[in-house]
């Protein structure tokens, strides 16, 4: 019977637990504006959530502080219960280590997390009740966490701390002003994504180095030119031994511009006309890049990852779409479906899954390393494929069609039947 109420309780402290980690989450992104607006809606305890809101730093103080209570307990009241059993130290250890770890990853962590990043406003006017009684359970420690503030040596703000309150900050303006009428909703957005710039660092914008296009130094100009045209790129990194070792950048005015004032010039490798390329780290903030870009006049920007590899590139445009969304010109298709040709094959999207190309030739067709047709041509070539690429495939014979968007990714492929079969 003890084993069975530890194990309860246990279960409905990780409950709690997760509800308080919803309301830290929803914290981080309602703004007091926002909680401002379900007051103005009429909803039930709105005032309520705009004091918790408003009084932001205690509040997560408290949430956080009696959530980590309970993380705690629970933790103990299952280990008693494993304790219980006559299994040898090392497996009761083993056993209530793994059993604690996902009940926190699924009960605390991960599903009440991602339904209050959908619903901030929703998860506060519920959770204001029990949110309200952390207050005022933390507020009996106040007298002692003052007093520990103290005697604590001050310490200055770090920059990430400053970009974050200053972020809070704008976005409460924008908030603030966007309750104006003649404020779009698009403008309001737009607003918030610059602030939001400050706080994305490079990598998470970055095109990765899987999808990077790059040409060899000892490929001539003429070379270097097909695969302009090939790619649609209009500046495309030198690399030497590998996509680690870059020596540049090459430019397609360069590459023509040289090629048209002389025309022997062709066989010259692609090294005589690159550009110096510019490294930035890949935890560099978008803002700074951005900056960065406008001051020295560079599009193109190598990331170099912790261990001084190339981790990937990132452009102006790739900065841009952070703010005004996602760019697309004349040449994008919003959706593709598989289309049948005149000759019996077909024309298919390049993220269709793998199993349902092999259903349209009545085939199985799997692979364990891929899910995408896309991808399964990739790991073929063993590069990023380019239009016109072509490869045979269990009997199927693929061909990469135009690349579309500002990354000129190829977004579709024919695919016919051959005579010859392999296996994948």
Not at 210 to 218: A, H, K, L
């Amino acid at each position: 019977m003890p084993g069975i109420l530890l194990t309860i309780f246990a279960l409905v402290f990780y409950l709690f637990a997760g509800a308080l980690n919803a309301v830290e989450t929803a914290l981080e992104r309602l703004s007091r504006a926002s909680a401002e607006d379900l007051v103005d809606a009429g909803r039930k305890g709105a005032e309520v959530v705009v004091e918790q809101v408003t009084d932001r730093d205690r509040t997560d103080r408290s949430v956080r502080s009696v959530r980590l209570v309970l993380q705690t307990l629970s933790t103990i009241f299952l280990t008693l219960v494993y304790i219980q059993t006559t299994w040898s130290w090392w497996l009761v250890t083993l056993a209530a280590l793994v059993t604690n770890w996902a009940l926190l990853m699924i009960m605390v962590s991960a599903i009440p997390r991602q339904f209050s990043m959908r619903r901030p406003g929703g998860v506060m006017l519920s959770m204001r009740h029990l949110t309200e009684t952390c207050r005022t359970i933390m507020g009996y420690f106040d007298p002692a966490a003052t007093a520990l503030a103290r005697l604590r040596p001050a310490s200055g703000q770090t920059e990430a701390e400053a970009r974050h309150e200053m972020a809070d900050d704008l976005r409460e303006m924008v908030d603030q002003v966007g309750e104006a009428e003649l404020f779009e909703d698009e403008d309001r957005q737009m607003l918030r994504s610059v602030f939001e710039l400050g706080q994305t660092l490079v990598r998470e914008v970055m095109v990765p180095r899987t999808d990077m296009i790059t040409v060899n130094e000892e490929k001539s100009l003429n070379a270097a030119e097909h695969l302009f045209v090939r790619s649609g790129f209009s500046r495309i990194p030198v690399s030497g031994e590998d996509s680690d070792d870059i020596k540049g950048v090459l430019y397609f005015k360069d590459c023509t511009r040289r090629m048209l004032s002389d025309p022997e010039s062709r066989t010259l490798p692609v090294t005589s006309v690159m550009r110096e390329a510019h490294f930035i780290p890949e935890t560099l903030y978008a803002d700074d890049l951005l900056r960065a870009m406008q001051r020295e006049s560079f599009h193109l920007a190598l990331v170099v990852d912790e261990w001084g590899g190339i981790a990937g590139l990132v452009t102006l445009e790739d900065l841009l779409e952070e703010v005004v969304g996602e760019l697309r010109d004349e040449h994008d298709n919003k959706e593709f479906e598989p289309r049948e040709l005149p000759d019996g094959g077909w024309e298919v999207p390049s993220r269709l899954p793998v199993d349902e190309l092999g259903e349209l030739f009545g085939m199985e067709l799997d692979d364990e390393d891929v899910d995408s047709v896309g991808g399964l041509v990739a790991k073929t070539l063993n590069k990023v494929p380019l239009p016109g690429a072509r490869v045979e495939i269990a009997g199927l014979e693929l061909i990469a069609g135009q690349a579309v968007g500002r990354r000129k990714q190829v977004a579709t492929y024919q695919v016919r039947a051959t005579e010859t079969e392999t296996t994948v």
